[in-house]
């Protein structure tokens, strides 16, 4: 059932079924969750069985402000709190080292915990809720079955799961993909997913470089998203320079079907059951109509998805990630 987010009984309809054990959909900036109070390994575990999704890859918490941070880890480094100070709310994940005994199911039984403050109001308004009920935080991955295409809008997650689940209706989600996922339990900042936010903005708010997974010798604690293979439509997805796209066009003439394409350059076909789209020009753009143009291009009978490869350039960092991990899956 889909209600209107912004509406106060919806509000307090879903922060009561939170605090009774029940999923919620839930609208944040970044993309759709699947929340579940995460003091509760049994309204979390909920979330694996609806999701299909390991037991051991870990959730990310939503809190309603730093000041829940403490509930679930141990410690906060000086460059973290940094990080916290300038992005949240916002699309940021910290992963930090978890309190023992707290948010074990979300947490996939590591010793780490993903946590972050979303900036979506009526995801604030949901936290704010459910802390006066007692729920000090949410786990809340993307609202959709494990390794697909994350949900933007409220009708995704409906479709994903079914009219018996509530969902809160925010709108169309203004960021489009995950949320950016650091790494502060090995003394300094450690990129694990780009998201929207720059990496010199990062940089400039912790007061140090950030660095990369491959940078490190011995492996880091598992994080949510960073599977290879992920975040793929049913159809089976290709990345191709325009050169590529052009040339695979010209060479099928007017025998294409089952295609889709995605690309900034405009392209023609001689076919007409080909689906040509054009994608924006800027990253922030091309982010927030991913996912929708991926569940459009499936919902269309498409079986090969083409996609123009992201420009090599630091703002596209976080859509080329998904579509690289997309493409990993087929």
Not at 134 to 160: C, D, K, Q
Not at 264 to 280: D, E, F, Y
Request: aromatic share 4%; net charge neutral.
């Amino acid at each position: 059932m889909i209600l209107d987010g912004p509406q106060p009984d919806g509000i307090a309809r879903a922060a009561a079924a939170l605090a009774a054990g029940q999923l919620v959909g839930l609208p944040t900036e970044t993309v759709y969750g699947l929340a579940a109070d995460a003091g509760s390994d049994a309204a979390v575990r909920g979330i694996f069985a609806a999701k299909g999704r390991p037991a051991d890859h870990p959730l990310i918490v939503h809190v309603a402000s730093a000041a829940a941070v403490e509930t679930f880890a141990t410690e906060v480094p000086a460059f973290a709190q940094k990080l916290i100070d300038a992005f949240w709310p916002g699309p940021l994940t910290l992963i930090l080292p978890r309190r023992p005994g707290v948010a074990d199911a979300a947490a996939g039984g590591h010793p780490t915990i993903g946590l972050r403050c979303p900036a979506h109001p009526v995801a604030r308004a949901l936290l704010a809720a459910c802390a006066a009920r007692g729920v000090h935080g949410l786990a809340a991955p993307s609202a959709n079955r494990f390794g697909r295409v994350s949900p933007t809008t409220a009708a995704h997650v409906a479709a994903e799961f079914g009219s018996d689940l509530l969902v809160l209706d925010g709108g169309a989600c203004a960021v489009g993909i995950e949320s950016t996922i650091i790494d502060c339990t090995r003394g300094a900042p450690v990129l694990l997913r780009p998201g929207q936010l720059a990496r010199a903005d990062i940089e400039r708010a912790a007061g140090q470089r950030l660095l990369s997974k491959e940078e490190l010798s011995a492996p880091g604690p598992q994080a949510p998203g960073t599977l290879s293979a992920h975040y793929a439509p049913r159809a089976k997805l290709r990345l191709m320079d325009v050169r590529e796209l052009r040339a695979a066009l010209e060479l099928l003439g007017a025998e294409g079907r089952h295609i889709a394409v995605w690309s900034r350059a405009p392209l023609r076909s001689a076919a007409s059951a080909i689906v040509l789209r054009r994608m924006p020009g800027d990253a922030a753009g091309a982010a927030r109509q991913l996912f929708g143009v991926l569940r459009a291009f499936d919902d269309a009978g498409a079986q090969l998805i083409w996609v123009e490869t992201p420009p090599d350039d630091p703002a596209w960092d976080g859509v080329r990630d998904r579509l690289q991990r997309a493409a990993a899956s087929g």
